[in-house]
C-alpha cells in the first residue's frame, strides 16, 4: 500500500532525473564550496553531473506523456516496435529516414515515422512506452531537440517535419 498519491507519484516519475539531478548538484555544491582536498573534488564533478543530468531531465520530462494512447512501444537492440490495437510494426533504427508528428482534429498527436522497407509507422505520442522513443529519436543526426520538444508540446494541425536524414538543400 502506498501513502503516495497516484497524480504525485506520475509526476515525481515523469521529472525522476531532473529531481536526482537537482540532489545531485545540491550535495555537490555544499561540498563544492565548504570542504577541502578530495571532497572539494568530488562536490565538483558531483555538481557538474547533477546539472547535466537536470538538463537532460527537463528534456526527458517534457517528452514523457501520461500513458493512455492505445498500443506499446519497445525499444529493444536497434529495433523499434509498436503493437496497437489495429495496426503497428517494427523499424531499425538506423532505417528511420524522416520523422513527422501529426495532430488531427481531435486533437490526438501521433508520430510518423518514415523508414526503408515499408510503409510509414504511426505511434500516438502517449502509448504506454513511449518515453523510450526519446532516446531513439535524439540519436538521430542532426536532429533539432528543441524543434523537436516545442512541437510535442503545442503540435500545430496536420503534419509537421521534425527531422529528415536527407533534407533538400538550396544554394
Known amino acids: 500500500m502506498s501513502f503516495i498519491r497516484p497524480e504525485v507519484r506520475q509526476a515525481l516519475s515523469r521529472w525522476r532525473e531532473t529531481i536526482i539531478g537537482l540532489i545531485a548538484a545540491t550535495i555537490g555544491g555544499i561540498w ?12 565538483t564533478v558531483l555538481a557538474i553531473g547533477g ?16 500513458t493512455r494512447g492505445p498500443g506499446l512501444v519497445n525499444v529493444l537492440e536497434g529495433q523499434l516496435t509498436y503493437f496497437g490495437p489495429t495496426d503497428g510494426g517494427a523499424v531499425f533504427t538506423k532505417d528511420i529516414r524522416r520523422l513527422d508528428i501529426h495532430r488531427n482534429n481531435s486533437s490526438a498527436a501521433a508520430w510518423v515515422i ?15 512506452g513511449a518515453e523510450n522513443l526519446f532516446d531513439v529519436f535524439s540519436n538521430l543526426p542532426g536532429l533539432n531537440t528543441r524543434a523537436l520538444l516545442d ?10 517535419l521534425i527531422w529528415d536524414r536527407d533534407p533538400l538543400r538550396v544554394h
Open 51 to 66: 546539472a547535466l543530468l537536470v538538463v537532460a531531465g527537463i528534456q526527458r520530462g517534457v517528452f514523457r506523456r501520461a
Open 114 to 128: 518514415h523508414h526503408d522497407g515499408g510503409p510509414p509507422l504511426h505511434i500516438p505520442v502517449d502509448a504506454a
Open 151 to 160: 512541437n510535442l508540446q503545442s503540435p500545430p494541425p496536420g503534419l509537421t
Open 32 to 43: 563544492m564550496f565548504t570542504s577541502y582536498g578530495a571532497v572539494q573534488i568530488v562536490g
